[in-house]
Structures are given as structure tokens and as C-alpha cells.
């Protein structure tokens, strides 16, 4: 099984910062990865796959990057809407695994 | 839309079993593959089977192998999760998922909540 390791747990940013969020994978998933958003008594929303692209209606200020076994989510300016919690997702073998998730929440 | 609306949660005892249904509407639901994920009171995200389209395949993660059964009827667009010999541990919100992209979950039901209790 791959394990999912995302880091920080928690991530306290300011309205307009930028938020980097980590995601290591155990072993090389390639570019099958993808970033979820899920907000408090909300279901899980996709926001990107393929490691990097960006989900329809997802905004720009989303964007994805790495391969391999080393992902980042950044955010490039936080609004109110963006705190919640992030997870990634890798779909390259089975079983699919998640990260244990990322919290960001306003400082 | 593409509309994803669970049902058939509930509590239930240790050892009962549980089906949940997925009603399916707004896409061609017989052309994609889906899926259940579970969540945990306070937990992550926790991937528990998937079904392609024609449910040639079928795949299931390890804690509810032998235990739940995936399947589908493409003529009532509707995915279902057989479940049996619950436990406590099965305790969570339970999601309808579509694979889309890349086989990343695109659209994502509201949920329905098992509780596992005697």
C-alpha cells in the first residue's frame, strides 16, 4: 500500500498570504495524484489532478505541482473561502490512498 | 448537474448488515466508473471500493474485503454498497463517488452516515 504523508497538519496563514501545502507518497505515483478541499460538514470537492491541472471552475490562485513521490498544493493568495482542509489523493496503484490531511486555518 | 444523492445509512448493531444506494443523475452514468469513500467522525478520507462501468472490474480495500459488495445498476443509475458483519470501526459518513479525470473523484455525494453500535 502507498502511504500518503501530508505536512504541515496544520498550516495558520493570513487573508491574502500564500499557503504551501506538502504531500509525499511512499513510493513514485508518477503525476497520479489529486488535491481535494473539504470544508466543515461538506463533502470532499476535487481541485486538481494529474498532479497539476486544475478541476473545472477551480481558480487560478490553485495550482499543483511535482511527480514522483513529492507534491505541492499552493494557494497563491488565501481568501476566507480557501480555509479548510486539503488532502491528496494518489490513484496510480491500488488500493487508493489519501493523506492523513492538511488544516488551514486563519492567523 | 451532475447530482449524487446517497441514502440508506443509519444505526445498526455489531454484526447487522447495511446496503446504501447512490442515485445518479445529470451525466451518463453507465460510462463511468464509481466509487465509495468513507470518512470517520473527526477522520480523514479513507477510499473503500470502486466498480467500472460495466462492473467487469471491482476492487475493495483491505479492512472491507469479504465484508462489503460493490455494484451497480447502469439501467437504474444507481451504485450500491452491500454491507455485512459491521463493525464499530465501520462507523463513518459514507460517499458516492465518480471517477473522472484521470481517474481522480470529480463529483462527490453528500453523504450518508452508518453508525455501528450496540
Known amino acids: 500500500e502507498i502511504v500518503m504523508t501530508q505536512s504541515p497538519a496544520t498550516l495558520s496563514v493570513s487573508p491574502g498570504e500564500r499557503g504551501t501545502l506538502s504531500c509525499r507518497a511512499s513510493q513514485s505515483v508518477t503525476s497520479n495524484l489529486a488535491w481535494y478541499q473539504q470544508k466543515p460538514g461538506q463533502a470532499p470537492r476535487l481541485l486538481i489532478y494529474?498532479?497539476?491541472t486544475r478541476a473545472t471552475g477551480i481558480p487560478a490562485r490553485f495550482s499543483g505541482s511535482g511527480s514522483g513521490t513529492e507534491f505541492t498544493l499552493t494557494i497563491s493568495s488565501l481568501q476566507s473561502e480557501d480555509f479548510a482542509v486539503y488532502y491528496c489523493?494518489?490513484?496510480?496503484?491500488?488500493?487508493?490512498?489519501f493523506g492523513g490531511g492538511t488544516k488551514v486555518e486563519i492567523k | 448537474e451532475v447530482q449524487l444523492v446517497e441514502s440508506g445509512g443509519g444505526l445498526v448493531k455489531p454484526g447487522e448488515s447495511l446496503t446504501l444506494s447512490c442515485a445518479a443523475s445529470g451525466f451518463t452514468f453507465r460510462s463511468y466508473s464509481m466509487n465509495w469513500v468513507r470518512q470517520a467522525p473527526g477522520k480523514g478520507l479513507e477510499w473503500v471500493s470502486s466498480i467500472t462501468s460495466s462492473s467487469t472490474y471491482i476492487n475493495y480495500a483491505d479492512s472491507v474485503r469479504g465484508r462489503f459488495t460493490i455494484s451497480r445498476d447502469n439501467a437504474k443509475n444507481s451504485l450500491y454498497l452491500h454491507m455485512n458483519s459491521l463493525r464499530a470501526e465501520d462507523t463513518a459518513v459514507y460517499y458516492c463517488t465518480r471517477e473522472g479525470m484521470e481517474s481522480s473523484s470529480d463529483y462527490w455525494g453528500q453523504g450518508t452516515l452508518v453508525t455501528v453500535s450496540s
Open positions: 494529474g498532479a497539476s
Open positions: 489523493q494518489q490513484y496510480n496503484n491500488w488500493p487508493l490512498t
